[in-house]
């Protein structure tokens, strides 16, 4: 089975003098200000957001066009890509107004003695200095990631491949133009009759059950773009997870008394641990397995390496040691956490990363909220009946940990264009804390708006994330029956199949899609099957025009919808 690659690499520069500019900086405080500001409303809305790179990447385009042509000094692709870095680092922040949106639910249940309440200021500073310590983390393993395993990051290669095509003009490349500027159409306009018109419903389930369990399929363009880029051994190891937990799953849960329905919400409670399980064994022995690569990568990562574009170690170790004494600092006095379990969260944070980059460079998928109750389950056992540290010691790891993930997406459409990395995590660094300020100064306007919960914005991460608080505050052994079995057994079969990969990949599923594709409603995984079967069918027929114009299509799928969400959020902020 093939699967879609980038295009060739521009050349890396070797300086920041190309990208890095003050127009590129000014710009990508704006575009940050924005995304971080639009995003709180959507995720809390439907649970997840749009594509963040592409969006960043079509505004960044936009605004330096607009200067250009009043100053006389074109943009570049690696110019419009820092911009896109900012934008991308600020919406990171934008999502984690989920773990805000969770303390309040919790807060408003006055019998569990919960009261975590963050002012502004907390805000701004725990979500700056956990995303800025997430970065650095992250700063070393794109090497690993990005150039040796060469992940897909679908909405990064979208990005880069977006840029690409907008640099290069439509004389230069009409045709890739056109497939691009036909599939923005094509996801722009669907999203329209669906959401804004309201012409037909959003998704189409299976049945009454289908319909309790999710399984069926949504009209999204997008979802099919990120099939079509993932390729078609990601997309079917998704299609097995999918049929594993809501198709196979629910009967036998429920014909055992495991679960008293075959719904959704409760099937989750008991198909998330076997799903954490193939994901965390599939990422963390696919590392061990490049050991020696990895360990060179940290030797070779010094101010002596003149040819590497890439930040420093000793700046890396540096910024990550500062970093963490800050958070050290600010939870022992504003939240009343221990020093010792700020240092365990960063430690936790890490491996979080190492699993979740390699979740979300194969699937497209950030199993943030998965990841992030395993989290739960590990602060539940240090320090067991206590939600409070629970949720914020989850809350912080699982900060740190999507804001390094992130990074990576940025890295890939770096690699694309040929931007300086060094740049890149520059620009993230100056970005985050203005996404940080728009999440505090935006999430508390939406919460006096529309409220928190059931009777408002009902983020559904947030109410898992609760929920499994209160369940994991009265002892595991209200957990489901049999599901660290589950647990134990997905971890000793993604094991088996990682170490199996290299010899036969083209045979086996992959572990962690596999987790992923358990996890995320079969609603949204059904079109990314159908968009990489699309790619594998179209390159067999047409290995040529699929080479020419399968990747400038796929990205116009993903970019059209996102935008046109985009800018229906703001409206909805907006109040109109």
Known sequence: MST????????????????????A????????????????????????????SVVSAFFGYIMISAIGFLTGARGSA????????GGTAAGQSGFMCVVLAALDMLNAKPGLGFSVHLSVW??????????????LMAVPLRRYYIDEENLTFADGMAAGEV????DQGRREAAPRVAALGLGMFLSGLLAVLRDKLKLFADSWYFGSSGMSLRMGTEASLLSFGSGMLVGPRIAISMGLGMIASWVIAPRMLAAHGIVPAPEFASVLRWVMWPATGFMVAGGITALALKWKLVSKTFASFSTKNVSSTDLPIKYVVAGVATLSLMLCVLQVYSLDFPVWLTLVSLVLSFFLMLVGTRVLGET??????????????????ISPGSMSVNMIGSGMSGTVAVNGETLMQTYKSGKIVGSNNRSLTIVQLITIPVGSLAVALV???????????????????SVKWAGFAEVLNQGFKQLPQGCFAAMLIAIALGVVITLLEPKYSHFLPSPTAVGIGMLVPGVSVMPMVAGGLCQWLWAKTSSKSEEKFCLPLASGFIAGEALVVLVFAIEAMLGK
């Open 122 to 135: 907390q805000t701004f500073w725990w979500l700056t200095i956990a995303g800025l310590t997430g970065v």
């Open 163 to 166: 840029l690409l095509v907008l």
């Open 78 to 85: 690696v110019e419009n890509n820092i911009v896109q870095a």
């Open 25 to 52: 900086i000014a710009i990508s405080v704006i575009v940050a200000a924005l995304i971080g500001a639009s995003y709180p409303y959507v995720v809390l809305k439907i649970g997840y957001g749009p594509n963040i």
């Open 4 to 23: 879609i690659h980038a295009p060739a690499a521009g050349p890396q520069t070797s300086g920041a003098h190309r990208d890095l500019t003050l127009r």
């Open 443 to 461: 999430y508390p306007a939406l919460k006096a708006k529309y409220g928190i919960g059931d009777s408002g914005l009902t983020s559904p991460i």
């Open 364 to 381: 497209n998928w950030a199993p943030v909220s998965a990841l992030a109750n395993l989290m739960q389950a590990v602060f539940a056992v």
